[in-house]
């Protein structure tokens, strides 16, 4: 675990609500100068903890009105065979989140997110029962999403 102070949190809170503010903004918001502020961000960057800068979509104004999570199995389990699974998996462009599970019947789990159930059937038919090692599938979809959060949990050092 990277070793982070209450400054650091109090940065990484902001910029999980609004990683587009200004510098000068974000260093009045946690009472720092400029300069050390984009330190501090550069260090956070550097270290690994800000992973990237992105901009969050909102995928039903999008035309992707289906999210399905489905439970891949596969054939063999080997190193070998779970890496190229997830590179092909990664590939596939309707694949948004993939994890590797215990304590199912599956190895895999995969959030996707399609147009409909005719993208979903072309998506499942036509490429994902195709790659290599994939032995069985099942599906749940998505009615709704409750609790939606991509702004991580950080609490202040006691």
Not at 29 to 43: D, F, G, H, I, Y
Not at 112 to 122: A, G, N, P, S, T
Not at 126 to 154: A, E, W
């Amino acid at each position: 675990m990277a070793k982070i102070d209450n400054i650091d949190r109090h940065i990484l809170r902001e910029l999980q609500q609004n990683a587009r503010m200004s510098n000068l903004e974000l260093a009045e918001r946690v009472n720092l100068s400029a300069t050390p502020c984009a330190r501090r961000v550069k260090q956070l960057e550097d270290a690994g903890i800000i992973k990237q800068h992105i901009t969050v979509l909102d995928a039903e104004k999008l035309g992707l009105n289906l999210t399905a999570m489905i439970s891949v199995t596969m054939d063999r389990h080997t190193a070998d065979r779970f890496e190229k699974f997830e590179h092909a998996a990664a590939a596939l462009p309707e694949v948004m989140e993939c994890y590797v599970v215990t304590g199912q019947d599956s190895d895999f789990l995969i959030k996707v997110l399609v147009r409909d159930m005719r993208h979903y059937e072309e998506f499942l038919l036509r490429r994902l029962t195709k790659l290599d090692g994939v032995s069985g599938v099942h599906t749940s979809f998505v009615l709704r999403q409750p609790i939606n959060k991509c702004v991580l949990p950080l609490q202040t050092s006691a």
